[in-house]
Structures are given as C-alpha cells and as structure tokens.
C-alpha cells in the first residue's frame, strides 16, 4: 500500500499504517498515541503528515476539535469526487467513514468552484443505540 502511495517504507510507517487499518473507525493523533507506545507523538504527526501529502489517508475535520484520520481506498485520489460521508456518533465519540456514500453534490452560484466537501452527519451509532436499549 506505501508503494502505491510512492512512499518508501520504514519499520515506523509500516506501525501507523497497520494500526490505522486495524481500527474500525478513523482515529485522532491522540487514539493514534495511545494504541502505538512505542511511538513519539511528534513522529506520528510527521508520519501522518506524509501520509496525507501522499492521499494514502485522509483527514475528517468531525467538529470535535481534533481531526481524525482515516485510510483511503485503492483508488481514491482525494479529489472531490472522491470525497465521501462522514458519522459523527456523539455517544461514543467515534467518526466513520461511509466510503460508498458520496458526498451530496449541491449547485453553486456561477464562480465559485468546490475545492473540498466537508459532510459530516451526527448522531448515534448501531452500538450505542443497542446499548441504549
Ligand atoms: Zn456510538
Ligand atoms: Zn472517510
């Protein structure tokens, strides 16, 4: 996946990477801190830096204050196009990505032209919900 990206490999890069692909949902740099002991923040940040240079990931601007970070699909580029619906669960805290919902195109005014989409949907998410009752 980081040659694809055209990223050179490193042990460190390699720890994100999997650890981001093994949570089911996107991740801030703190849960990020948290599941990698063995990493310093700052080289995480760098790393998801890079990442993000490379749209091997993107990030989720959810309204919480911290961004969250989640992989891209094979074939994503980033581009609008590509831009997809987000869930905000504000029980648990936690973001998703719904990559096979496409972000609502709206019809802008002559001159304006989209650069990025933002959608973020919140609400309560399958497990909270059950656990709710
Ligand atoms: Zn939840
Ligand atoms: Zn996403």
Redesign the pocket.
Known sequence: MLARRDIPPTAIRLLVLDAMMQAKQSVSLADLDNMLDTVDKSTIYRTLTLFLGHHLIHSIDDGTGSFKYAVCGDTCSCDVADLHTHFH??????TFCFTNLPAPMVKLPEGFTIESINYVLKG??P??AARKG
């Open positions: 669960c504000e029980c648990c805290n936690r309560i998410c497990e909270c």
